[in-house]
């Protein structure tokens, strides 16, 4: 008998794709807003702070969309769970994009004083963040339990350095009173990036909730 | 008085309407068996092009309707019919109209898979035959394959097309009542129920058939399964007590209707 593809498996794809469009941009976004940061561009920080439209766009999207296929094909096992995990994943990508524009935000207020050191940590936190995120999508395409698990055990390195950025950071702000405000900057820039991680931590769970069944949240 | 016409372009304020025109018309439709009315004041204009279901409760009028669009009440002694039906603007029910020319525009496929104790490919090429729509046999056995290939059944009988038609499987045998009704190139196909009788594997692939097929047909399928409505319909009519209750997009019917019974129909609440 030949394969014969049902049309539902092409709305499906169709979503994974708008998911994956909407990550690459979450991506993109906080990729220049920590360019920004780094390369002092003020700019190019400006840029990130008026493009959320696109990703609203795709979340509203993305939404719908699952609530049509819920509604009008009554998925069961693993579809059903690819489009409960679908409805999660748009919200944590939707939460990476206004994060993206809180440390845009943050960025715009410190670039307004001189650097309080030079910025180690903070890129490293940021290539981890987009690490796990882009880890995380790429365990959802390919449905890959594995990939997801390694998401999992990347964001306690991601929690080690945010404190290690507010502990460096509490120093100097004690020694000199004046890189306060920029250093205060600094300690919520490191707090969006770990919230990040969660987010691709959450997506990661679902990814393997998607593939096996299984929930690993809170363990 | 009768209800104004009730179409998906006046009923979709503020949602993509159907970019395909009004196939079928019907206004003020009465349908009486004997004393019995069936069917009250129905106005609903279907769309060429899309899969339009009907759905209801058992004895709501939604297979009676189906009939009205290609004259099958009319054997049924005692039966009535008041109000207009047009095709593509032509009244069906006026004088003039050929009915066998009109069901030959008009096809249909019943709930149980009715083909011919014949050959598969007799059962395609008859219709053929007696329409006169194939000149010699190489033109009979194209037309056949075409039908067969439409029916997405052609790979599972093309080396075997000339065994019996009923020692196939009811789902093979309801696809092959389909391409017997495509050979004729109708352009409307009424279906009465077609998957009720089958397993859900079959039913699949009849319900995929009908998406497939609606780029060359208008579509309109009578259900009791209120999910295939959902799967496979662009619209979708809910009748009650043989009364039009709403009519609109497949996904506003089952998302948001507009009436209360409809949501309390679509929700299982009645029915």
Same mark, same amino acid.
């Given at each position: 008998m030949?394969?014969?593809?049902r049309?539902f498996q ?7 794709g708008?998911l994956l ?8 976004r906080?990729?220049?807003a ?6 002092r561009d003020?700019p190019l920080?400006e840029k990130?702070?008026?493009g959320?439209a696109a990703i609203n766009?795709?979340h509203i999207d993305?939404?719908?969309?699952c609530f ?10 693993v579809d059903?769970?690819?489009?409960v995990?679908?409805?999660k994943i748009?919200?944590?990508l939707?939460?990476?994009g206004?994060?993206?524009v809180?440390?845009?935000e943050?960025?715009r207020?410190y ?6 050191k ?5 890129p490293?936190m940021?290539e981890?963040a987009q690490?796990?995120l882009r880890?995380a999508l790429?365990a959802?395409?390919r449905?890959d339990?594995e990939?997801?698990?390694h998401?999992?055990?990347?964001d306690d ?7 290690a950025?507010?502990r460096e950071?509490l ?26 991680g969660?987010?691709?931590t959450n997506v ?7 593939v096996?069944?299984?929930d690993?949240?809170?363990? | 008085?009768?209800t104004p016409l ?10 993509a309407?159907p970019?395909?025109p ?5 206004t003020?439709?009465n349908?009486?068996y ?6 009250s004041?129905?106005?609903i204009?279907l769309?060429?092009n899309?899969v339009?279901a009907f759905?209801g409760?058992?004895?709501c009028?939604?297979s ?6 290609n004259?099958m009440n009319d054997?049924i002694?005692?039966? @009535?019919? %008041?109000?207009t039906?047009?095709?593509d603007?032509?009244?069906i029910y006026?004088?003039g109209?050929d009915? #066998?020319?009109? $069901? ?10 009715n083909?011919f ?5 007799e059962?395609?090429a008859?219709?053929l035959r007696?329409?006169?729509?194939a000149?010699? @046999?190489? %033109?009979l056995?194209?037309r056949?394959?075409e039908?067969?290939k ?6 599972? #009988?093309k080396? $075997?097309l000339h065994?019996?038609?009923l020692a196939l ?6 696809r092959?009542?389909?391409a017997?009704a ?7 196909l009424?279906?009465?129920e077609p998957?009720?009788a089958?397993d859900p ?9 009908i998406y497939?097929?609606?780029r060359?047909?208008t ?5 009791h399964?209120?999910q295939?409505a959902?799967?496979?319909s662009d619209a979708?009519?809910f ?9 609109g997009?497949?996904e506003?019917?089952?998302t948001n209707?507009?009436?209360k019974l409809t949501?309390?129909y679509?929700t299982?609440r009645?029915?």
């Amino acid at each position: 008998m030949e394969r014969h593809v049902r049309h539902f498996q092409e709305e499906l794809d169709e979503l994974k794709g708008r998911l994956l469009e909407m990550g690459g941009l979450a991506e993109d976004r906080l990729r220049l807003a920590v360019r920004g940061l780094v390369e002092r561009d003020g700019p190019l920080v400006e840029k990130v702070l008026v493009g959320d439209a696109a990703i609203n766009q795709l979340h509203i999207d993305i939404d719908d969309r699952c609530f049509k296929l819920l509604a009008l094909h009554q998925p069961m096992a693993v579809d059903l769970r690819a489009i409960v995990a679908a409805v999660k994943i748009n919200t944590d990508l939707e939460r990476v994009g206004d994060l993206a524009v809180n440390i845009s935000e943050a960025v715009r207020r410190y670039l307004q004083h001189p650097p309080v050191k030079e910025l180690i940590d903070i890129p490293r936190m940021a290539e981890l963040a987009q690490d796990m995120l882009r880890d995380a999508l790429d365990a959802f395409v390919r449905r890959d339990p594995e990939l997801a698990q390694h998401v999992l055990t990347q964001d306690d390195a991601l929690d080690e350095l945010k404190t290690a950025v507010f502990r460096e950071l509490l120093g100097y702000m004690l020694r000199d009173s004046a890189t306060i405000e920029p250093a205060l900057d600094l300690i919520l820039i490191s707090r969006h990036l770990e919230r990040i991680g969660d987010h691709a931590t959450n997506v990661a769970e679902d990814v393997i909730f998607m593939v096996s069944a299984k929930d690993v949240r809170h363990q | 008085m009768t209800t104004p016409l009730r179409s998906l372009s006046t009923l979709t304020a503020g949602q993509a309407k159907p970019d395909t025109p009004v196939k079928i018309a019907v206004t003020g439709m009465n349908f009486f068996y004997g004393a019995t009315q069936a069917l009250s004041d129905i106005s609903i204009a279907l769309n060429a092009n899309l899969v339009t279901a009907f759905i209801g409760p058992s004895g709501c009028g939604k297979s009676t309707f189906l009939r009205t669009l290609n004259r099958m009440n009319d054997i049924i002694p005692g039966t @009535r019919v %008041e109000g207009t039906v047009t095709i593509d603007g032509k009244d069906i029910y006026g004088p003039g109209t050929d009915v #066998v020319d009109l $069901r030959r525009r008009v096809g249909m496929v019943f709930q149980k898979s009715n083909p011919f104790p014949k050959s598969i490919f007799e059962n395609v090429a008859y219709g053929l035959r007696i329409n006169n729509l194939a000149t010699n @046999r190489g %033109e009979l056995e194209g037309r056949v394959e075409e039908s067969l290939k439409a029916a997405a059944i052609w790979d599972e #009988v093309k080396d $075997r097309l000339h065994a019996s038609a009923l020692a196939l499987s009811g789902g093979q045998q309801q696809r092959l009542c389909i391409a017997r009704a495509l050979a004729i190139q109708p352009e409307i196909l009424l279906m009465d129920e077609p998957a009720s009788a089958l397993d859900p594997i079959a039913t699949q692939r009849i319900e995929e058939l009908i998406y497939q097929l609606k780029r060359d047909y208008t579509i309109v399928i009578v259900t009791h399964n209120m999910q295939q409505a959902a799967r496979v319909s662009d619209a979708t009519a809910f009748f009650w007590l043989g009364g039009l209750v709403e009519y609109g997009p497949t996904e506003t019917i089952f998302t948001n209707p507009a009436e209360k019974l409809t949501e309390d129909y679509v929700t299982g609440r009645f029915g």
